[in-house]
């Protein structure tokens, strides 16, 4: 890509607009960022389905599929030096948290964010003792 074309007026140099070329970007499924965490183990957080941790099988700019996943319903890091899911996904899950029985499969289909977990911070959460109803 070539630089733009300037010109100076009363001392401000400015960019003509007419010369700015812009690069689409297009989404082409093996270069996805949510792609490259295929196969980690993740805590992923979204408006309608919680907090959830599982392992990553599918990932794209629609939605998000995990595999042997369990459901964060009041999350509280081991390590109280950390906060939130982020330290959940560093420390393992507290006591006093409360997760669902694991499922082999689950769909997330909406705005998702996903936070890579630490072995020992899944194995935490997959080893706590489920909510009882």
């Known amino acids: 890509m070539s630089e733009p074309e300037t010109m100076m ?7 003509r607009k007419d010369s700015v070329q812009t690069e ?8 996805s960022i949510a792609n490259r965490m295929i196969g980690k183990a993740v805590i992923v957080r979204s408006r309608n389905e919680g907090v959830n941790a599982g392992i ?3 990932a794209d700019e629609t939605g998000v599929e995990l595999k042997n996943c369990r459901r964060l319903y009041y999350h509280k890091p081991k ?10 996904s560093v420390s393992g899950l507290h006591a006093d948290s409360k997760v669902s029985g694991t499922v ?6 909406e705005d998702y964010s996903m936070t890579y977990c630490h ?9 706590h003792p489920n909510v009882k109803s």
Do not use: F
């Not at 072995?119 to 080893?127: L, Q």
């Open 79 to 88: 390590d109280s030096s950390v906060a939130w899911y982020e330290g959940v």
């Open 119 to 127: 072995d020992s911070a899944y194995k935490s959460i997959m080893e």
């Open 104 to 109: 082999k499969q689950k769909v997330i289909i």
């Open 24 to 31: 689409t970007v297009v989404w082409g499924g093996e270069k």
């Open 56 to 58: 990553v099988v599918i």
């Open 9 to 15: 007026i009363n001392k401000v140099e400015y960019v």
